[in-house]
């Protein structure tokens, strides 16, 4: 008999748990879209595209193909943590392979600036990455936002916190498809 108060309160923490999230990734949804107007208003001719969770906004238009689900592509990219909706900034920026944005960093090796080349058919991209690549064209600059519900999961991961939106501002080199 005395389990059964035990595992009530298993379940109510369980559940209390799971409505914190969805309520952390409706204000993640908040930010994302208070960033993307905002842009919009700087940028005019800026263009929103929406995937399976991911959101780009196109700032530059790219030619050519667009990228699918089993082509190649080559890009820089500067990815950050979204905190609210302006993250733009060295604090919140954890992974970059633009030499211009690493400018306070200590980075070594010789491929450090190094385009990224991706081939999406086997690669593990983190889902609202993947989501939101597709589509892209090359020469195309965009920057693609999610939620943490499509991000790295629930552990830390790296500087990245559990179930932190993401923005990735991404320089589309070029793309291929098989």
């Known amino acids: 008999m005395k389990r ?34 905002a842009q919009q208003g700087k940028t005019p ?10 959101t780009r906004l ?4 790219g030619e050519g193909d667009a990228l699918g689900a089993g082509g190649t592509i080559s890009f820089y990219y500067a990815g950050y943590v979204v905190k609210s909706a302006s993250f733009e900034s060295t604090s919140n920026l954890f992974a970059t392979n633009r030499e211009a944005l690493a400018a306070s960093w200590k980075v070594t090796g010789e491929d450090a600036f190094q385009v990224e080349t991706v081939d999406m058919s086997a690669t593990t991209l983190v889902e ?20 943490g519900k499509h991000g790295f999961g629930n552990k830390l991961y ?21």
């Open 4 to 37: 059964f108060p035990l595992i009530l309160l298993l379940a109510l923490t369980c559940a209390c748990t799971g409505e914190s999230l969805k309520s952390t990734y409706a204000q993640q949804e908040k930010w994302i879209e208070s960033y993307i107007t």
């Open 45 to 54: 001719d800026a263009r929103v595209e929406t995937n399976e969770g991911s």
């Open 58 to 61: 196109v700032l530059v238009e």
């Open 128 to 147: 609202g990455l993947r989501n939101g690549l597709i589509g892209v064209k090359g020469g195309e600059e965009c920057i693609i936002l999610f939620s």
């Open 158 to 178: 790296g500087t990245i916190p559990a179930n932190a939106a993401v923005a990735y501002h991404i320089w589309v080199e070029s793309v291929q498809n098989e």
